[in-house]
């Protein structure tokens, strides 16, 4: 089991910016690709951003392309997603994801935190 924490959520103006910082517990975070996908009212889940173990590949969404960083910390087992240039379409529940291999899919992945909302006026 891996138990996923999200936090850095809130609201924020249009242009601004926000880091989201996922705390992970559990089985060794190493073992473990890490993702953030995101939630809309009304929408399904959706892929934002992923990692690998190593940190050295690392892929996003054509909509948070240039604007998200994904990154990790695994002597602090915590991954996190920097998000610049904020819009009022990036307004979503956030949530981590872990999976010991993970594509941009939902199902790939194993284990889900909460989720932190991200709240973005215009």
């Known amino acids: 089991q891996v138990q996923l924490v999200e936090s850095g959520g809130g609201l924020v103006q249009a242009g601004g910016s926000l880091r989201l910082s996922c705390a992970a517990s559990?089985?060794?975070?190493?073992?473990?690709?890490m993702g953030w996908f995101r939630q809309a009212p009304g929408k399904e889940r959706e892929f934002v951003a992923r990692?690998?173990?190593?940190?050295?590949?690392?892929s996003y969404a054509d909509s948070v392309e240039g604007r998200f960083t994904i990154s990790r910390d695994n002597a602090k087992n915590t991954v996190y997603l920097q998000m610049n240039s904020l819009k009022p379409e990036d307004t979503a529940v956030y949530y981590c994801?872990?999976?010991?291999?993970?594509?941009?899919?939902?199902?790939?992945?194993?284990?889900w935190g909460q989720g932190t909302q991200v709240t973005v006026s215009s």
């Open positions: 994801a872990a999976a010991t291999w993970g594509g941009t899919r939902v199902s790939e992945y194993d284990y």
């Open positions: 990692i690998t173990v190593s940190g050295l590949s690392r």
């Open positions: 559990g089985r060794t975070f190493t073992r473990y690709t």
